[in-house]
């Protein structure tokens, strides 16, 4: 008697519903959503577009404490 036979618990591997983080509508998050946990291609897109940008600005260098230290 197979203990991990339980009832109810389907053979498909874990898709449950997660808040798309581009526009917080229902995304399927599933081997058969490749754009998870996105809803869509677009969100995705827009989303790895603006964390992009968001990486820009950021990209200055920390300040050269040893620069101030010069004169
Ligand atoms: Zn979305």
């Known amino acids: 008697m ?3 036979d339980t009832p109810g618990v389907s053979a498909t591997p874990a ?4 808040s798309c983080p ?3 509508q229902p995304a399927l998050y599933a081997p ?4 998870r946990p ?3 291609k677009l ?3 827009t989303d790895l577009g603006r964390w992009a940008q ?3 600005k950021v990209a200055v260098p920390p300040t ?3 620069a101030e230290n010069i004169e």
């Open 22 to 24: 581009a526009c917080r």
């Open 38 to 40: 996105f809803c869509g």
């Open 32 to 35: 058969d959503n490749p754009y």
């Open 43 to 45: 969100c995705r897109a």
């Open 54 to 56: 968001e990486e820009f």
């Open 15 to 18: 898709a449950k519903w997660v």
């Open 2 to 4: 197979p203990i991990d």
């Open 64 to 66: 050269d404490v040893s």
